[in-house]
């Protein structure tokens, strides 16, 4: 079950459509590490069997053939025709801002790929809040001082806390969190909860907004994300437009 207004916690299933395996697992790892899910796919074929099964919020994808000939074949249907497409390329190519301009893709990132610019262009182009960051970690935290558990998506504004048996929103917790060695005390109002049952891509658990903490913890989190995103490498590209 997913309560009203809780988008900021949905984790949305992005879908990685590249032929080198290096550049694939790169940014498939950049997306899991800003707490989408993610399949892949090596080529445009491949690609549409998951949109058939399980049309994605997104979709990044190479330049060149592949991504021409997967835009196409979304064109072809117009059920697919709302899902963002973002094109990577190696070159400045006047060709991937046409096609920007024209509509056919959502954006395009120059090779190779920045962890902030991945995710600065995601969040504009599939959530629409930009500003706001939200990582994978496997935080310990405790809630009530009694329940133990882990903290599997952050953000500055909330959290994910993994249970299999949650409590009923609009619930006000006591969250005890660790980072860094450090022990975070806030208070959090569980916005929505999922399990297993909602679909192939959820884990059970409660998304919670923070609804009292204090400065200095608020910018504990706040540095753990940012230092998170600056330590994400992209390697080098080849691709082109």
Known sequence: MVAANSTDWY???????????????????LLQEFGYNVCT???????????????????????????????????????FSDIPVILLSSSQNRGCEGHVRDGEYAAWLKMPVRGEDLHRVIKSAIEKSPGRKKIVTALRAKLQDRIEGIVTVLSEQGMFFRTLDPWPVDTRLPVRLEIKGKVVKLEAVIKYI????????????????????????KALIKDFIIERFENIKAPTGTLSC
């Open 11 to 29: 984790k949305r299933y992005i879908l990685v459509v590249n032929e080198n395996i290096d550049d694939r697992f790169h940014t498939s790892m």
């Open 41 to 79: 796919a090596h080529s445009a074929s491949s690609a549409m069997e998951f949109v058939y099964v399980a049309p994605p919020d997104g979709i990044v994808t190479e330049a060149g053939l592949t991504g021409t000939s997967l835009l196409s074949r979304m064109k072809r249907e117009s059920r």
């Open 194 to 217: 999922t399990s297993f049952n909602d679909g192939p891509f959820k884990e059970p658990g409660m998304g919670m907004k923070f609804v009292k903490i204090i400065p200095e913890d």
